[in-house]
């Protein structure tokens, strides 16, 4: 499986699309946590200075797994079109024919493309933990796995 794990990296390693979309999801998960934050902070708190409508921030612990892991959700489109992207070039300059030619199996084929998904999975879980990670210290409130598990639904 390493063997087609290296594979699948050098063809795209080099295709141009699949660094801005990574590169845009990578941002795109503290660029949108930031914004509700900022949102939050700025229009609703200011909004309601008594604090009667909000019950704390979204942001602080233990709440943060959950705001992160949801907001985070806005965007993940992106990893889907890059692995739909990524699938489709195989069949667009078939790559797949060259590679069953070659000896690859059917059934690795299979496998690779879904390990590839299950990588860029966990690397987005990664970002995610580390963005909520940031998030609730730099908000505040004292730190707390409860409600972790959300990010076990996104990884889903």
Do not use: H
């Not at 949108?32 to 008594?50: E, G, L, M, Q, W």
């Not at 009667?52 to 602080?60: D, R």
């Not at 690397?123 to 598990?149: D, H, K, N, Y």
């Amino acid at each position: 499986m390493k063997t087609l794990l290296k594979i699948e990296w050098l063809k795209v390693k080099n295709y141009t699309a699949f660094k801005v979309i990574s590169i845009f999801f990578a941002t795109g998960i503290f660029g949108t946590n930031y914004i509700f934050y900022y949102f939050k902070k700025n229009v609703i708190d200011k909004a309601d200075p008594t604090g009667m409508l909000s019950s704390g921030s979204p942001f602080e612990f233990p709440k943060v797994w959950l705001s992160v892991s949801y907001y985070t959700g806005c965007i993940l489109v992106l990893p889907a079109l890059l692995l739909l992207m990524l699938a489709t070039n195989e069949f667009t300059y078939r790559t797949s024919r060259q590679n069953i030619i070659d000896g690859l199996s059917r059934k690795q084929f299979i496998e690779v493309k879904l390990m590839t998904a299950l990588l860029l999975a966990l690397a987005s879980t990664l970002l995610v933990f580390i963005t909520a990670l940031i998030f609730g210290f730099a908000v505040g409130g004292s730190f707390s796995f409860s409600g972790i598990e959300n990010l076990g639904y996104f990884f889903l």
